[in-house]
């Protein structure tokens, strides 16, 4: 099962807006509504930030939003903060079945 | 409070065995699905082993396929990965995390018990 696919780094400033991308194919993100997206703070265990697609665990700031279109989803971050700066992964259930998660993407708050 | 406890990492050299623990407290450990999650130093997640609920169905990613086996005793509130045949890319944090449902999101996450392979 091949890695999905995200960006390296994204970076934004302070108030902004930024979208991560998360491809995959048809035998995950395009088949099933079970896109999650985990934030990582150096030294730390992740954090669910949005599971099965858009939804937001209690606690999660209303900021985080995500969304999916075929196979590719997105994670968008609106207003951006100082402590949002940290590592973001996207997962997905697959077919096989199994679980796979992307490369993750670098984001830094300029 | 909702807690993962890890154990059980350290060094072993190629071709040696660990035991990795999972203990859960908090919440009722028997009504979810399991998971073990790692990330080699310096590199992304990547997804292990899943475990149901009773412990019949278990998943497996290829790259442990055969050498790994994932566990849970319900009466004792704890998740295990018996990790055999270990490669110098075994190497990394393992975590143990609470499955929202069957391999849909991780919800809980532990702190991360270090397993190092190497001679």
């Known amino acids: 099962q091949s890695a999905l696919t995200q960006p390296a780094s994204v970076s934004g400033s302070p108030g902004q807006s930024i979208t991560i991308s998360c491809t995959g194919t048809?035998?995950?993100?395009?088949?099933?509504?079970?896109v999650s997206w985990y934030q990582q703070h150096p030294g730390k265990a992740p954090k669910l930030m949005i599971y099965?697609?858009?939804n937001r665990p209690s606690g999660v700031s209303n900021r985080f939003s995500g969304s999916k279109s075929g196979n590719t989803a997105s994670l968008t971050i609106s207003g951006l903060q100082a402590e949002d700066e940290a590592d973001y992964y996207c997962?997905?259930?697959?077919?096989?079945?199994?679980?796979?998660f992307g490369g993750g993407t670098k984001l830094t708050v300029l | 409070e909702v807690q993962l406890l890890e154990s059980g990492g350290g060094l072993v050299q190629p071709g040696g065995s660990l035991r990795l623990s999972c203990a859960a407290s908090g919440f009722t450990f028997t009504t979810y699905a399991m998971s073990w999650v790692r990330q080699a130093p310096g590199r992304g997640l990547e997804w292990v082993s899943g475990i149901s609920v009773s412990g019949v169905t278990t998943y497996y990613a290829d790259s442990v396929k055969g050498r790994f086996t994932i566990s849970r005793d319900n009466s004792k509130n704890t998740l295990y990965l018996q990790m055999n045949s270990l490669r110098a890319e075994d190497t990394a944090v393992y975590y143990c995390?609470?499955?929202?449902?069957?391999?849909?999101?991780?919800?809980?996450w532990g702190q991360g018990t270090m397993v190092t392979v190497s001679s």
């Open positions: 048809s035998s995950d993100i395009g088949g099933y509504n079970y």
């Open positions: 997962s997905s259930y697959t077919s096989s079945p199994t679980l796979v």
């Open positions: 099965d697609v858009s």
């Open positions: 995390a609470k499955d929202l449902s069957k391999l849909k999101a991780f919800d809980i």
